[in-house]
């Protein structure tokens, strides 16, 4: 089972995987640039090669890239949304140069236009990205808890998005435990779980997450307000989140933790929580 953390790229990029390392995560994500601002340094070719280097050594995978929290994909200001288009083909090239496995995204805002205006111009901007791009890494569309006008707080959403698109087989989904409970989804008990793993599979297909944020909810369920917490110390809590992590359908997928972080201790912690959950 691969189970890892967010980690930081500070410094050289390749030392995130130094830092997953001495974690004991065996797969992790990182930003490949700062999250919150528009220019990205490029990436230094000699670091690209350690980088790739000691994920080898290291046997950490998939390495997950998380889009940064700037683009908005369902945006109806032209501007933000060329912008966006943008840069988001020049971090999904960031991927394919690192050799990242997946590329995880938010979905968005369509900032009170609706859902359905923002669910179109999502899909086509994507569509865009794709066919510009051709990307060897794939795609992860990130459930949300649905706060304000974000959309993906459905899986319906996700659904109709990957109709929208020319080539769907270049993207999968990110299941956040979290931003599920949070946008309604009551996965806190069995027959909840059970009920929210079979509507998913009915809309989309299990096989298709690839990749699962592992957080407990500071917030209650259907809330749609996103705050993440410590394994066991929210409101889903440690049994039903040991549920989850036990799910045969989900075993293929990594488990990645994006908990609050005060120091290392916090991401050891929580990493130790879920490697004795799944082991019941």
């Known amino acids: 089972m691969r189970i890892g953390v967010h980690v930081s790229i500070a410094g050289k990029i390749y030392e995130s995987l130094d830092r997953a390392k001495a974690l004991g995560c065996n797969t992790m994500q990182i930003f490949s640039r700062n999250p919150r601002g528009w220019q990205a340094t490029k990436l230094d070719e000699s670091d690209v090669l350690r980088f790739k280097e000691l994920k080898e050594e290291y046997d950490i995978r998939p390495v997950v890239i998380h889009i940064p929290y700037i683009i908005n994909l369902a945006t109806p200001d032209d501007a933000l949304y060329r912008k966006s288009i943008d840069a988001y083909i020049e971090d999904v090239k960031r991927a394919d ?50 706060p304000g006008s974000c959309i993906g707080y459905a899986f319906e959403h996700i659904r109709r998005i990957m109709e929208g698109l020319s080539n769907p087989g270049k993207v999968g989904v990110c299941l956040d435990t979290a931003h599920t409970f949070e946008a309604g989804y009551d996965i806190k008990t069995k027959e909840g779980l059970s009920d929210t793993l079979k509507r998913f599979d009915k809309l989309l297909g299990l096989e298709m997450i690839k990749v699962v944020h592992f957080n407990d909810s500071l917030s209650p369920l259907g809330s749609h307000v996103d705050r993440h917490q410590h394994l066991g110390k929210g409101k889903i809590g440690l049994e039903a989140l040991g549920r989850v992590i036990r799910q045969p359908s989900l075993k293929d997928a990594a488990f990645i933790m994006e908990t609050p972080k005060e120091t290392d201790k916090d991401d050891k912690r929580n990493i130790t929580a879920a490697k004795k959950m799944l082991k019941g």
């Open 97 to 146: 140069i690192l050799g990242a496995e997946y590329f995880v995204t938010h979905l968005g805002s369509h900032v009170g236009t609706g859902e359905d205006a923002g669910i179109t111009r999502f899909a086509q901007a994507l569509d865009e990205v794709i066919k510009k791009t051709r990307p060897k890494t794939t795609i992860l569309l990130e459930n949300t808890a649905g």
